[in-house]
């Protein structure tokens, strides 16, 4: 029995044979009753604003086409972000960073060992 459905009363639906032994064979498929997979698909073409007369494939294309756009359009702002945003600023910082580094001293005064320890 149907959980919250226990207490309504079946209907019958006139259709034609066929079509009963393929909505059937779909029921067992999916391992619901007919009440609830004929619910369950009401649902889905309710929910998503889908018509059964038009089909998934072109709409289903069209949001791939645009997902695609979107993420293109992603990767071209992160690049121009590393062009021209964290590489001149890492440039900046690293000559930043040179100029206070402790450069080699240079030797002014040399002072000469004498070898024969005069004065």
Request: hydrophobic residues 35%; proline residues 3%.
């Amino acid at each position: 029995m149907d959980k919250g459905y226990e207490k309504e009363r079946f209907e019958k639906l006139g259709i034609k044979v066929s079509v009963a032994i393929r909505f059937r064979k779909f029921c067992k498929k999916m391992s619901k009753s007919q009440s609830m997979t004929l619910l369950l698909m009401l649902d889905f073409f309710e929910e998503n604003g889908i018509s059964p007369n038009e089909t998934m494939g072109p709409n289903m294309q069209t949001l791939e086409s645009e997902i695609k756009k979107r993420i293109n359009a992603v990767i071209a702002i992160i690049k121009d972000i590393e062009k021209n945003h964290d590489k001149p600023t890492t440039a900046m910082l690293q000559s930043l960073f040179m100029e206070f580094e402790p450069k080699e001293k240079k030797v002014q005064f040399v002072e000469k060992l004498d070898t024969n320890n005069q004065l």
